[in-house]
């Protein structure tokens, strides 16, 4: 239980992927969850079997975070309900699939309000009252793409990760001794459904077998560099070293590197996302 009992999580994106998957994480760890997301029938679903499983409490809250007024509504309800967050999680995101003038700018505007605006935002509502209580943990979910450069056809959802990283390593140093922490988790290919809402799914597959990690593994590693308070997060052993790699490539060959590895599974064109 790890001190846990009685304190709340609250996990954006629970509907499916990583954030069903640390879901799991905190639930065994005795936290009881607040889920949000699009799909209110999923986190249902999910809460009751992890209530069941582990006996805790949960919340479900659905919300659009691509609404410019999702984050405030969503911080409202979770006060109306009386409920305390302990840890909030960052997760929920998508990719916008193709070069970027050829996708349209509502897709766009929805991206950068749900992996930028939800983020900043709910962190700013939120933070107060933990720095206040004296704990708190803040897990954003940016992605090993934030170190890489980018193929074509993942402009903003890159830069959008790499604000993440900046964001959550900076106000980490200023919340240092209240007892908040900030994380940023790195996951390199995940098999969700991302991919295939970027419509990718086929193409990603040939990626051979270490690019990817297990999600639950991923998770589970997460959950405890999330509450070992650790800045900045990479997990496994293989994105930990291409990362490692490519960052200390001159970025001209690194550009060329990753536009060859794009090519190569043909995915130049249509936006990959990991
Ligand atoms: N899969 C990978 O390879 C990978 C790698 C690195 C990082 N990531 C990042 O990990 C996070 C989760 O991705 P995933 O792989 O778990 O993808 P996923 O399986 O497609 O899940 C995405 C989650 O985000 C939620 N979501 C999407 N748009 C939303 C919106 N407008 N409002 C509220 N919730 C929204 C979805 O819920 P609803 O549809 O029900 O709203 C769903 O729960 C993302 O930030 C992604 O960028 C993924």
């Known amino acids: 239980m790890n001190g846990s009992a009685g304190k709340t999580a609250l996990i954006t994106g629970a509907s499916a992927g990583i954030g069903e998957a640390l879901a799991k994480q905190f639930a065994k760890n ?24 582990h006996g805790i409490s949960y919340w479900v809250i659905p919300e659009d975070l691509a609404d410019p007024g999702g984050p405030k509504r969503l911080f409202d309800s979770v006060q109306d309900k009386g409920l305390q967050t302990d840890v ?3 997760n929920a995101g998508f990719s916008v699939q193709g070069v970027y003038t050829k996708t349209s700018w509502k897709d766009q505007c929805q991206l950068i ?5 939800a983020v900043a935002e709910l962190t700013h509502h939120f933070l107060p009252e933990m720095t206040a209580r004296g704990y708190g943990r803040i897990a954003n979910v940016a992605s090993i793409t934030a170190f890489l450069p ?11 990760k790499a604000f993440v990283v900046e964001f959550t390593e ?20 995940i098999d969700s459904e991302f991919h295939k809402q970027s419509g990718v799914d086929e193409k990603v597959k040939v990626l051979p077998w270490f690019w990817w990690m297990d999600v639950d593994r991923m998770a589970e590693l997460s959950y405890r560099a999330t509450m ?42 249509p936006a990959v996302g990991v």
Do not use: H, W
Request: net charge positive.
């Open 30 to 53: 005795g936290f009881d969850l607040i889920l949000t997301a699009r799909r209110e029938d999923r986190l249902n679903t999910l809460g009751a079997a992890l209530k069941e499983k």
């Open 150 to 160: 980018s193929c074509p056809g993942q402009t903003l959802y890159s830069a959008s």
């Open 113 to 117: 309000q749900t992996m930028i605006g």
């Open 170 to 189: 900076t106000l980490n140093v200023e919340i240092k001794g209240t007892g908040v922490t900030a994380t940023a988790l790195c996951p390199g290919f």
């Open 88 to 90: 909030l999680v960052n």
């Open 228 to 269: 070992a308070g650790k800045p900045l997060y990479v997990p496994g052993i293989y994105n930990k070293l291409m990362t490692g790699f490519v960052s200390r490539l001159p970025r001209r060959v690194a550009v060329g590197l990753v536009s060859r590895v794009a090519r190569q599974v043909n995915i130049q064109d």
